[in-house]
T-cell receptor
Framework: SQTIHQWPATLVQPVGSPLSLECTVE??????LYWYRQAAGRGLQLLFY??????ISSEVPQNLSASRPQDRQFILSSKKLLLSDSGFYLC????????????FGNGTRLTVT | RKEVEQDPGPFNVPEGATVAFNCTYS??????FFWYRQDCRKEPKLLMS???SGNEDGRFTAQLNRASQYISLLIRDSKLSDSATYLC????????????????FGSGTRLQVQP
């Protein structure tokens, strides 16, 4: 069966520090991968998605970047964190099908101080 | 108008009650629909897909009304463990580069089942 691992679970970082969140998927090949952010009390916002190695698309302009160095690995990064980057970051995968649902990792709660 | 709209609630219901949530979507070309459940400070988890003919999974029934552009979730015989936020999800708009449609999440409806 497919599993998705995301770490760390929680992170407290000072403003201006770098960020690296990692996500890996097991039990499937060539998945679509996604990074979402959920601000406190709000809905999920799609940040990045990837349909293959090295293929990254961004839905919103922001202070973050993403990379997919391997088929089942997705990384979210920032060179310098802002206070507004605080939130709940969720990695997700889906099958290739047009109507496939998303399956989420456990999420990373990031607090920028 | 938001792409996916839900009543935020909270819906406070006693154990054993039946409760229904609606969700409206704005893009008539949307093709796939889901309900997710999210517990406090946890990741969303897929509850059920919503099919055109309506579908049932135990105490949960989902329905789609394309003409009026809404989906619904009915929970029968509510349990304390049903307390959570329920997210309506629709593949509402095309992703910029691929033409695939992105899943758009509503802000959720909070359910509190009381003893």
């Amino acid at each position: 069966s497919q599993t998705i691992h995301q770490w760390p679970a929680t992170l407290v970082q000072p403003v201006g520090s770098p960020l690296s969140l990692e996500c890996t998927v097991e039990g499937t090949s060539n998945p679509n991968l996604y990074w979402y952010r959920q601000a406190a009390g709000r809905g999920l916002q799609l940040l990045f998605y990837s349909v293959g190695i090295g293929q990254i698309s961004s839905e919103v302009p922001q202070n973050l970047s993403a990379s997919r160095p391997q088929d089942r690995q997705f990384i979210l990064s920032s060179k310098k964190l802002l206070l507004s980057d605080s939130g709940f970051y969720l990695c997700a995968w889906s099958d290739r099908g047009q109507n496939s649902p998303l399956h989420f990792g456990n999420g990373t709660r990031l607090t920028v101080t | 108008r938001k792409e996916v709209e839900q009543d935020p609630g909270p819906f406070n219901v006693p154990e054993g009650a039946t409760v229904a949530f609606n969700c409206t979507y704005s893009n008539s070309a949307s093709q796939s629909f889901f309900w997710y459940r999210q517990d406090c400070r946890k990741e969303p988890k897929l509850l059920m897909s919503v099919y055109s003919s309506g579908n049932e999974d135990g105490r949960f029934t989902a329905q789609l009304n394309r003409a009026s552009q809404y989906i619904s979730l009915l929970i029968r015989d509510s349990k304390l463990s049903d307390s959570a936020t329920y997210l309506c999800v629709v593949n509402a708009y095309p992703l910029r580069d691929t033409g695939r449609r992105a899943l758009t999440f509503g802000s959720g409806t909070r359910l509190q089942v009381q003893p």
